[in-house]
Nanobody, 122 residues
Framework: VQLQASGGGLVQAGGSLRLSCAASGRTFSSYDMGWSRQAPGKERDFVAAISWNGGSTYYADSVKGRFTISRDNAKNTVYLQMNSLRPEDTAVYSC????????????????WGQGTLVTVSS
């Protein structure tokens, strides 16, 4: 599966953005999906994951209550709705896919898309 993230941009603190990750291939609905982010000079952190049918989701504590992951298997797309953004949310956000069950570990994921930059100004 090939993945392409979009929707990043510059937003003021407290604002919102919705990221999209479009996937190619007819088997998208079989994949568990996740969003991770990497800030300059920092390690990659996973922020959210969703099961193949959307029935289960995980969130990092740092984004719980502010971010929502969802998917539309008919459109081969996974979303990350980000509300109440903070300057510390500034990072390159990437989507990823794998078939081995819901996970918040980067090492679990086999397929990665190019990231989209989110910048939150104070």
């Amino acid at each position: 599966v090939q993945l392409q993230a979009s929707g990043g941009g510059l937003v003021q603190a407290g604002g919102s953005l919705r990221l999209s990750c479009a996937a190619s291939g007819r088997t998208f609905s079989s994949y568990d999906m996740g969003w991770s982010r990497q800030a300059p000079g920092k390690e990659r952190d996973f922020v959210a994951a969703i099961s193949w049918n959307g029935g289960s989701t995980y969130y990092a504590d740092s984004v719980k209550g502010r971010f929502t992951i969802s998917r539309d298997n008919a459109k081969n797309t996974v979303y990350l709705q980000m509300n109440s953004l903070r300057p510390e949310d500034t990072a390159v956000y990437s989507c990823a896919a794998h078939l081995r069950g819901l996970s918040m570990k980067s090492s679990s994921y086999d397929y990665w898309g190019q990231g989209t930059l989110v910048t939150v100004s104070s």
